[in-house]
């Protein structure tokens, strides 16, 4: 079976979530072998077995965590020199899209970015025009690089588990790939929430909301539910909410199983943000709200008396 490359997202000996949906969406159309970069990977190696990984390729050297994206483009070309994969998938996080364009460059192949779905031949789906078109494209040229969107795919498990075979690159970064060099990290604080563009359920607030203050009620809401939270421009020009949550075309792209877009009218910016969310709900006390028409379950009503009326359900099914 070809074998299909994915770059792994991992905080350490975690593995993102991610990167067990690339995992799942490479063993539908070859056998997935994992590159990791950094170290942790042996701590790794029992959860990418399992979702079916066949080789971990460990590239460990501090040098992908030091030097910005370049080192990681030109890990994955000298792999697809050696291997010949069928394809590379990476995430479509922002530094995944940066990879995947210098790599496409490197390797003279195509790059498909934002993919939402990937079918027969490695035809992938995206959404376009702010999510108004849904498009299939498929790469032509070299080796096809795929930026698959978080959360686009649900992680599921092999039937059989991979033997996630660790198998050490030996490969130096060149010095060109070393010319911006991190110098320092700071880790945003956000709690116990989930990341935004990761997370199942997302809660985000818009200008209905009034005031910064009343976001705590967006945040009650999201912790009620394991979710995170995100927010309109609106709210975030105004400087209710740090502008990092904002969710839009001009913001982060989330794609949940659930959206939960409260006091939100449902501007095209907002929307290209979230539209290929799996289930939408609303809650906006005007009927002819945009957003309604995205809607799969909305409720017309004010939300400082809808919200509370939610958390205090949700709370009251969590202890029975
Ligand atoms: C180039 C460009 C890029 C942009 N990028 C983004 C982007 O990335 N993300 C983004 O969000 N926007 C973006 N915008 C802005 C976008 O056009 C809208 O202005 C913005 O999304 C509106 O935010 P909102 O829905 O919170 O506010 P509004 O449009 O003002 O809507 C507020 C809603 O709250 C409802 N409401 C009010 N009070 C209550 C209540 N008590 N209970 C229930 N409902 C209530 C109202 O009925 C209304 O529908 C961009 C605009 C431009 C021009």
Known sequence: MAEILVLA???????KKVTLELLTAARAHGEPSVVWTGDGAEAAQGRLAEFGAATVYVADSSDYADYVVAPKAELLAHLIEQKSPAAVL??????????????????????????????????????????????QSR???????????????????????GAAALESVDFAVSDAAKIAKVTGKVVAERGERPELTEASIVV???????????????????????AAVG???????????????????????????????????GAIQHRAGMQTAKTIMVVNKDPEAPIFELADFGVVGDLFKVVPQLIEEIGKRAES
């Open 9 to 15: 997202e991992h905080d350490g000996d975690v593995v």
């Open 90 to 135: 990476v995430a479509a996080t922002s530094e995944g899209r940066e990879v995947a364009g210098r790599l496409a460059v490197k390797t003279g192949s195509g790059v498909l970015t934002d993919v939402t779905g990937l079918g027969d031949g490695l035809t992938a789906e995206q959404s376009i025009f702010g999510g108004a078109i849904t498009v």
């Open 139 to 161: 790469v032509r040229t070299g080796t096809p690089i795929i930026a698959v969107r978080p959360n686009a795919i649900t992680p599921e498990p092999a039937a059989a588990p």
């Open 204 to 226: 985000s607030g818009g200008r209905g909301l009034g005031s910064g203050e009343h976001f705590a009620l967006i945040e009650e809401l999201a912790d009620s539910l394991g």
């Open 231 to 265: 927010a309109s421009r609106a709210a975030t020009d105004a400087g209710w909410y740090p502008h990092q949550f904002q969710v839009g075309q001009t913001g982060k792209t989330v794609s949940p199983q659930l959206y939960m877009a409260i006091g939100i009218s």
